[in-house]
């Protein structure tokens, strides 16, 4: 199973702050890496795809990059609607495994 | 408009069974893989089972194998996902989720559902 480990854990920073977020798989997952956000009380919601790609609908802030075992979700500019938690997602191998999370919130 | 209900959830004792159902619509259900992504409260999310497009071809994590069994019926745009020997650790928000473009199982997912919550204990 290929574990996927995020950093940090928790992110604070304010509005308009640049946020960088980690995600490093036990093996390599090539580019099969994909970037989800969750707000309280909402199903996850899909930013990024095959590491570099944002889904249809994500503002152009969102950005991701890394191929292989390395892999960064950036906010060029965080937004009041960006604080939540950041989940990346491996389809690489079986079974599809998510990594534990980082909660960006207000610092 | 991409729509994903799921309901059948629950409380259950350990060692019972549940049958979660996910109904679809917006979109051509048959051309995509569907899954089932659960969430323990408080916690991450855990990718739990998966089936291609056609139904034939399902995939499970390893901590569900053997207990549960996806399933899909094309033909009424509905999701299953049968539980059974229910653990006091499958107490989770059980969501269903689409599958994207371009993949035959092994999917990232662009929907999701709200979710069904499923609680095991006595």
């Known amino acids: 199973e290929i574990v996927l480990t995020q950093s940090p854990a928790t992110l604070s920073l304010s509005p308009g702050e640049r946020a960088t977020l980690s995600c490093r798989a036990s093996q390599s997952v090539s580019s099969y890496l994909a970037w989800y956000q969750q707000k309280p009380g909402q199903a996850p919601r899909l930013l990024i795809y095959?590491?570099?790609n944002r889904a249809t609908g994500i503002p152009a802030r969102f950005s991701g990059s890394g191929s292989g075992t390395d892999f960064t979700l950036t906010i060029s500019s965080l937004e009041p609607e960006d604080f939540a938690v950041y989940y990346c997602?491996?389809?690489?191998?079986?079974?599809?495994?998510f990594g534990p999370g980082t909660t960006v919130d207000i610092k | 408009e991409v729509q994903l209900l799921e309901s059948g959830g629950g409380l259950v004792q350990p060692g019972g069974s549940l049958r979660l159902s996910c109904a679809a619509s917006?979109?051509?259900?048959?051309?995509?893989?569907m899954s089932w992504v659960r969430q323990a409260p408080g916690k991450g999310l855990e990718w739990v089972s998966a089936v291609r497009g056609s139904g034939v071809g399902t995939f499970y994590a390893d901590s569900v194998k053997g207990r549960f069994t996806i399933s899909r019926d094309n033909s009424k745009n509905t999701l299953y996902l049968q539980m059974n020997s229910l653990r006091g650790e499958d107490t989770a928000l059980y969501y269903c989720?689409?599958?994207?473009?371009?993949?035959?199982?092994?999917?990232?997912?662009?929907?999701w559902g709200q979710g069904t919550l499923v609680t095991v204990s006595s």
């Open positions: 997602q491996q389809r690489a191998n079986w079974p599809l495994t």
């Open positions: 095959d590491a570099s």
């Open positions: 917006g979109f051509t259900f048959a051309r995509y893989a």
């Open positions: 989720a689409k599958g994207g473009a371009n993949c035959g199982g092994d999917c990232y997912y662009d929907y």
